[in-house]
């Protein structure tokens, strides 16, 4: 199938369990320009800050200290045109209509299926 390539993405991944983490590096390790690691909502927002060239977000929604909603909110103040994609672990009925009020383009539900959630990032990038 025609992939696009998304090389030149810029992307932070908001993610505070260590084993998501690795799980992403081994699905993305050769797809991306740049990846940044974060473990908290606030550092998440700092580093979104600091990099003001990010793409894509994919938001932990279950983070320690400030969670995910609300670290996009606050991203959401400064940078209104990166996407944002949330992650939780609870497939409850109303984590996707939470994550679009705070300000996330879409949302996924884990346990992440690989192939699923390159579509989604395909539907944002693959213009």
């Known amino acids: 199938?025609?992939?696009?390539?998304?090389?030149?993405?810029?992307?932070?991944?908001?993610?505070?369990?260590?084993?998501?983490?690795?799980?992403?590096?081994?699905?993305?390790?050769?797809?991306?320009?740049?990846?940044?690691?974060?473990?908290?909502?606030h550092e998440t927002i700092d580093k979104c800050r600091e990099n003001p060239e990010t793409d894509l977000i994919l938001m932990d929604i279950k983070m320690p200290g400030m969670n995910g909603y609300d670290a996009t909110h606050e991203i959401r103040k400064f940078n209104s045109d990166g996407?944002?994609?949330?992650?939780?672990?609870?497939?409850?009925?109303?984590?996707?209509?939470?994550?679009?009020?705070?300000?996330?383009?879409?949302?996924?539900?884990?346990?992440?299926?690989?192939?699923e959630l390159k579509t989604l990032i395909q539907k944002y990038f693959g213009k």
Do not use: H, R, W
């Open 1 to 41: 199938e025609p992939q696009v390539s998304l090389s030149n993405l810029s992307v932070i991944i908001a993610e505070d369990d260590e084993i998501s983490a690795m799980f992403f590096n081994t699905i993305f390790k050769n797809t991306f320009n740049k990846i940044i690691y974060t473990k908290t909502g």
């Open 83 to 115: 996407i944002i994609i949330a992650q939780t672990a609870f497939g409850l009925s109303g984590d996707k209509e939470k994550a679009i009020e705070a300000g996330c383009n879409d949302y996924i539900s884990k346990p992440i299926n690989k192939a």
